[in-house]
């Protein structure tokens, strides 16, 4: 059918049929659910941007207000988005023309249609935004969104107060970025705002078109670009820790303690697990900045003052014990006489010597995911961030296949490592028993 109106046609078969697919058509509904900032990290090709496209002329029109839609740079965000939300908007009937030098539509109840790079975020701030969103977002500046893009998200008309402006987030992964931060907080539930849509290429594309694209790029580039995977975008140490390690388990009254440290001075890293039948469960810790030993010893006793248990069993670093030799106080037993000095019972388990890098990491793995698929360690990603963000993001350094990169959330699971190795260490070559004749 046509209207007789060559451009006004054109414009209109920019409106064809899409394929109805489960997750989509949720995240279509998704801010009107309440969740402000949809992250939809999907494979390439498969709907992401033009799903985006339809949702903001759709709002546009019906709730007038200034809208955006971005992109890492002016280029980018014209190349993406100028042409095609003027022909969804139906440009050509408008009675204001579009602005091609300032990258604006104006659609006849009112609202507006900005189409801006953030290779400057700046350029975002300062309107009252209705809502928008921004392609490649992985690739925008690390600190765009906390710095500018949410504040300006954030500024509340004074003629409709109780407007609460939405962006959504698309892109695929680029590491463990910016990027992967949000969606990794959304995938925990801290933020009900957040909330992360995901679907690979495969489940779109023609199965001849995913075959040559397997045929033309790397497995870690497909997974990264088609399949929209996190997990495969940087070396991470511990890669089996995924969501099947998460629990909202919390410590009861009766379960000893098992309190692990690594003795950094900032911060001071220490967490408090228990144990279930076979499982590990990392539940709390205590991170403290500028710290010692002794503030973390007062810092637990205050905060287990309840506890019912009172024996707990504490695992370090080897190196806490040093001076204890020549009779000066170590960070064990500054950490030992608080315990005991607010009666706590207290064993200690450190091995005489620490254990290798890769046999603590190995025995780390083990319990997250062994070489069967069982999972036997879990952690409370709401009351031990720092864990839950350590397992999910230490990375080894350049050049290296098992030294760690240095970050605030290393140290945690250094503890961790100390810990596991202790009491369910994994063999390694300098410890495997010779049989003979095999």
């Known amino acids: 059918m046509t209207t007789g109106n060559f451009r006004l046609d054109k414009q209109l078969a920019r409106w064809y049929p899409l394929i109805p697919h ?30 985006f496209k339809r949702f903001l002329v759709k709002q546009a029109n019906t709730v007038p207000g200034p809208y955006f839609a971005g992109a890492p740079t002016h280029d ?45 975020p700046q350029r ?32 509340v008309s004074p003629q409709d107060p109780d407007y609460r402006a939405w962006c959504w987030l698309l892109g695929v992964p680029d590491g463990l970025n910016h990027y992967f931060e949000l969606c990794d907080k959304a995938q925990t539930g801290s933020d009900p705002n957040f909330k992360v849509f995901h679907w690979k290429s495969a489940e779109i594309l023609p199965t001849d078109v995913i075959a040559a694209m397997k045929m033309a790029m790397s497995l870690k580039q497909f997974k990264q670009e088609f399949e929209a ?25 009766h379960e000893q303690l098992l309190w692990y440290h690594d003795f950094n001075y900032t911060p001071m890293s220490s967490g408090i697990g228990v144990k279930r039948d076979k499982g590990l469960y990392l539940l709390e810790e205590i991170i403290l900045t500028s710290a010692v030993s002794r503030q973390s010893a007062l810092e637990f006793v205050e905060r287990y003052k309840e506890h019912k248990n009172r024996h707990v069993l504490l695992y370090g670093d080897p190196a806490g014990r040093a001076g204890e030799k020549h009779g000066h106080a170590s960070d064990y037993t500054e950490i030992e006489g608080v315990l ?51 397992l999910a993001t230490v990375q080894t350094k350049d ?40």
């Open 340 to 390: 005991r000095s607010h009666n706590w019972t207290v064993t200690r388990k450190v091995k005489p010597a620490a254990p290798s890098i890769k046999d603590r990491q190995n025995a780390v793995r083990a319990k997250i995911k062994n070489a069967a698929g069982e999972v036997s360690l879990f952690v409370n990603p709401q009351k031990a961030p720092y864990t839950h963000k350590g």
């Open 76 to 120: 980018q965000a014209k190349k993406i988005f100028w042409d095609d939300l003027k022909a969804f908007t139906l440009s050509c009937t408008h009675k204001r023309r579009p602005s091609e030098s300032d990258r604006i539509i104006y659609p006849d109840n009112g609202s507006e249609i900005h189409v801006i790079g953030l290779d400057k």
């Open 229 to 253: 995977s996190f997990e495969t975008a940087s070396g991470r140490i511990y890669e089996d820790y995924s969501s099947d390690n998460h629990t909202a388990e919390t410590i009861k009254p």
């Open 399 to 438: 050049g290296s296949t098992f030294l760690e990169q240095e970050t605030d959330y290393q140290h945690i699971t250094t503890a961790i490592g100390y810990m596991v190795d202790y009491d369910y260490p994994v063999a390694s070559k300098s410890h495997r028993v010779q049989v003979s004749g095999v």
């Open 22 to 51: 489960p997750v989509q058509l949720e995240l279509i509904a998704a801010v009107g659910n309440g969740v402000r900032f949809p992250l939809v990290p999907a494979g390439r090709r498969s709907g992401k941007t033009e799903r």
């Open 124 to 155: 975002i701030e300062g309107i009252p935004w209705k809502g928008g969103g921004i392609d490649e977002f992985a690739d925008v500046k690390a600190d765009a969104w906390e710095a500018n893009i949410l504040p300006a998200l954030n500024t």
